[in-house]
């Protein structure tokens, strides 16, 4: 016999015959799959909260018309926005703007959306270093050239500053000229 699709309400009958028998998702599917191969789409039919209806629903929800174009502008126009930020400017759910966010690679980073794949923008700025034939120089974890005396240097030197107010460059030489001499 040559398999056939079958209606969509039998398939839910099907997957309510599989829910009475307590059946999990993943069961149910296998079942009803080997009877029927690629009928099945598990979001069909949902029998949470006792809703045992056969039929389509309507849906409260409409749907979304998000372009992830126009959310990577947003985000990049001001990556420092919120995603509550985002859902009001973009007249969103909170919820759609997460999962987009997340499709076009965005992740929050101290109060930051950077794009979630680093090693591909490290990749290109490596490129460019060497398309534009510049020596990249190895660079320490910490600066070692900043002697632990040094620190309290700059500190006396920031006491010695707190509170002036300097109307040009020269001035501000020549306060630090006074402070070293």
Not at 45 to 73: A, H, I
Request: charged share 25%.
């Amino acid at each position: 016999m040559a398999s056939q699709i079958p209606e969509e309400v039998h398939i839910r009958h099907c997957m309510l015959f599989e829910f009475h028998k307590s059946n999990n998702a993943t069961v149910a599917t296998k079942n009803i799959c080997d009877v029927y191969p690629s009928a099945l789409d598990v979001r069909k039919c949902k029998f949470k909260f006792g809703n045992f209806y056969l039929s389509d629903s309507y849906r409260s929800r409409k749907p979304t018309t998000l372009d992830n174009d126009m959310l990577r502008t947003e985000v990049e126009a001001n990556p420092c926005r919120t995603i509550e930020e985002l859902s009001d400017t973009l007249n969103q759910p909170w919820s759609t703007i997460q999962k987009r966010l997340q499709q076009i690679g965005k992740v929050r980073r101290a109060g930051v959306w950077v794009p979630h794949n680093l090693l591909h923008f490290a990749r290109r700025t490596l490129e460019k270093i060497n398309e534009l034939g510049w020596e990249v120089l190895p660079h320490p974890p910490h600066s070692f050239d900043i002697a632990p005396s040094d620190f309290h240097l700059f500190r006396s030197l920031q006491h010695f500053l707190n509170g002036k107010k300097f109307e040009n460059l020269d001035d501000v030489q020549n306060a630090i000229s006074r402070y070293f001499a």
